[in-house]
Structures are given as C-alpha cells and as structure tokens.
C-alpha cells in the first residue's frame, strides 16, 4: 500500500469512526493526501513557486492534497534512500537531480515516457534533460539546469588592478593580486573541508577546461591532459582562499566584501540581494573563464516505481503542470533563474534581473559535470566522495596533481564496481 493511498485509508476509517460516535450523516472525506518532502519547502528563492503551484494544483484536483513539508538538504539524500530501500518511499519524488539516475538505476523511479510523449518536453526542454534517461528510459522532468558562473567583487579587483579575468590565467594572477592586498580579503572562494561541493567545485575546473572524469563507455580519464590542468588550476586558486570553511560560510565572506571571486550558480543570484548595500553595489556576475561553460543540473520531479495507479496518475498530473509555459515563466519570475523550458524568461522578468540574458546563455552552452560513464553515473555518491577526497588532499596535503590523480582513478574504479 503506497503512503497516498494509505493516508486516504486513515482519514476514511477516522471519518467513519467520527460518524459512528456523533451518528452523522453525509460522505465520508474521500481525500487522497499526496507526501511530498522537500528541501525547497522552506527555501526563501524556491518555496515561493512550490506553494503557488500546489495551491493551483488543488484547486484544479479537488480531491487531492498535497502534504509539502522541509527536509533539510544536507541528510535529504539519505533519508530517501533509506525510505525507497525499506520500501516506503513519498508520493511526490523530488531529488537533487545528479541523483536521480542512482535511484532509477535501483529500480525506484517509474519511467514517464509514455507521459512525456503527450507533451512538448522533448521539443523545448533544456539538452540537460537528458540527465534523466537511464538505459532506454526517461525517469523525470529536470526543474533547472544551469551554466556556472564567474561572481566578482569589481571593487576588490580594481583595488588590486586586476580586471574581469576571462582564461584562467588571468582569474589566478587576478585573486593571487587581491590577496597580497592585505590578510583580510582573499582572491578566490571554495568549499575549503571535505564536503559534496568539494566534487561540484573542482568539477567546475576540469569540464571548464575541456575534461571530464569518465567516459560513456566506462574508461576513467583522469590522467588527461584536461583534468589535470583543470585539477592544477583549482589547486592554485583555492591557494588564494580561506580555509577551513563550507561553501555557506564562503558566501558570507563573498557578501561581506572579503572574497574577490566564486564560481556557482546562478541560484547565489537571490542571496546577493542580502548582502550589506555597500557591498552589494560592487557584486556582479560574468561568464566563467574557461573554453567550455560547465554546467550542473539541479533538481528533479518523479514518480516512484511503486505506486498504485491513482497515486502514479496524480503525481503526473502534477509533474505536468509544473511543465506548462505559464508556470516556467512563474518559476522564472520568482527564482530568478531561467527554468528549462525553451522561451521562460519573459521581457518582464529580464527587466526585473537582466542577469538572466547571461544565465540563459550559459545554460545553453553548459556542458554538464557529472559523470558520463554510467557506471559512474549510477553510483554518483560514491563518486562525489571521491572526488571530494581527492580535492582535500590538493588542498591541505600538497599532493602533487599527478599523484592526486592517480589515486583518484583507482578510487573511481572502485566507485563504479557493484560486484
């Protein structure tokens, strides 16, 4: 019995209890309570777009309701896995979108192609969505996909005489001037502890310079050239960052004027507005300096594989109102990042936050930074953490790059071997 179905069982047998005792009359409530946990749900940028679009869905689905509640990000993953695993997953599935095909691939995740199929998804949606396919199935509808990009302190660069840098030579001469400046400013930002955004930030590096990680025919490639300039490159630049601290604390020193440049995001866009007034005049936004923009994929709306007909039939149902034109202008509008669909950032949202033409360019060229091996593909937590590992040890070790490397290729062997 799935949780919808079991939640409307509880509230039917409750109903027929209360009429028993006060003898009353008339139906019993016949609602069909859809779980829907979320990281999101109490996020300033996102939950604004969530609860509108439930409130229209029920409107439109008298009958249903939607329990949308907060789960904090940083133990999400797992909490879900352990749910699936013991066979009690949500109704509505919504999952940082890099993992959604290690759930597909565990058999978790019904396929939508007969459901997309009946929609202008595969016409206008962003190449990124092609993240959700697993073997020969498509398994979700990706919410954002986006290009990283260059966040600059323009006044911390003029001070050091460094201009926007547009190669990666010139962003490691630009933070290497901003941090002679003085012991209190730094040139450049990262996740500086062993954390997932170790994996995304140092990512960023070896797809930014043409590299990836593996292959879709399973060979790990991380002693080409590409990655291992990109794995150079990032241990140089986190040379000129402060150490010790998680990418939140990177963003507060951003926003209090002591960092000079990060790479991320368009989504860090809404938390600028949070920072002091005379600092936020000097916040702006570039390409980032590499030949290629990397990108990432952000989050995902499912199906689970279990899931009795009405269920399965009114989560779709909400999957694909989250699709329509309408409401990825209203994402738009209210994240302030382009949603996926082709033609959502309206002349309206782009006078609102004219960043968006650059965020939507980049989206477009982004080339994503998760692996492409689908051994790797399918156990991609296990290949963040190796990742992750091994930018520690560029970071606090000294490990020479090569060094580095070569341990990393024998860790995501191990990482993609199921036996």
């Known amino acids: 019995m ?17 009429c028993t005792v ?126 990283y990009a260059l966040f ?5 660069l003029a001070d050091a005489g460094a201009s926007v840098p547009t190669d990666p030579q010139q962003m490691l001469a630009a933070a290497r001037a901003v941090s002679g400046l003085s012991d209190d400013v730094f040139g450049f930002g990262a996740t500086t502890v062993q954390n997932s955004d170790n994996y995304t930030e140092m990512s960023a590096f070896v797809v930014g310079n043409g590299g990836a990680w593996s292959q879709p025919d399973g060979r790990i490639t991380t002693d ?9 490159q990032y241990r140089d630049l986190v040379a000129t960052a402060p150490l010790g601290i998680q990418s939140q604390q990177r963003n507060e020193l951003f926003f209090n004027g002591q960092i000079a440049m990060l ?5 860090l866009l809404s938390e600028v507005q949070g920072a002091p007034e005379e600092v936020r005049q000097h916040l702006k936004v570039a390409a980032p300096p590499f030949p290629v923009v990397p990108g990432g994929v952000s989050n995902s709306l499912h199906v689970p594989a279990d899931a009795d007909p009405e269920t399965a039939a009114a989560v779709w149902d909400l999957i694909e109102m989250a699709s329509r034109p309408d409401w990825q202008r209203r994402y738009t509008e209210l994240t302030a990042v382009p949603a996926p669909r082709e033609g959502s950032v309206t002349p309206e949202a782009l006078a609102a936050t004219p960043e968006l ?6 989206a477009d060229r982004a080339v994503d930074i998760f692996p492409r091996s689908p051994q790797l593909r399918r156990n991609h937590g296990r290949v963040s953490d190796a990742v992750a590992s091994a930018a520690i040890r560029l970071i606090a070790s000294g490990t020479p790059v090569d060094e580095a490397a070569a341990t990393l290729r024998t860790d995501l062997e191990e990482a993609g071997d199921d036996s």
């Open 224 to 232: 080409d050239p590409e990655v291992l300039e990109g794995m150079r």
């Open 152 to 156: 600059y302190n323009e006044q911390l």
């Open 2 to 18: 799935t949780r919808g179905r079991f939640r409307r069982s509880v509230a039917l047998a409750a109903a027929a209890a209360l």
């Open 357 to 362: 033409e650059l965020f939507g360019q980049l």
């Open 22 to 147: 006060s003898a009353c009359g008339g139906a019993a409530d016949d609602t069909l309570v859809l779980e829907f946990p979320s990281w999101q749900a109490a996020d300033e940028s996102f939950s604004p777009w969530w609860h509108e679009l439930i409130t229209a869905y029920e409107t439109e689905h008298p009958g249903v309701d939607i329990d949308f509640y907060q789960v904090p990000f940083d133990s999400f993953v797992a909490q879900q896995t352990t749910r699936f695993a013991a066979g009690d997953p949500p109704d509505v599935v919504h999952l940082p979108a890099s993992n959604a095909v290690q759930f597909a691939a565990r058999g978790w995740l019904a396929p939508l192609d007969e459901q997309l199929a009946t929609t202008d998804v595969a016409q206008t949606w962003s190449p990124l969505q092609e993240q959700m396919r697993w073997g020969e199935h498509t398994y979700g509808l990706l919410l954002l996909g986006y290009g």
């Open 263 to 267: 790479i991320d995001g368009p989504f």
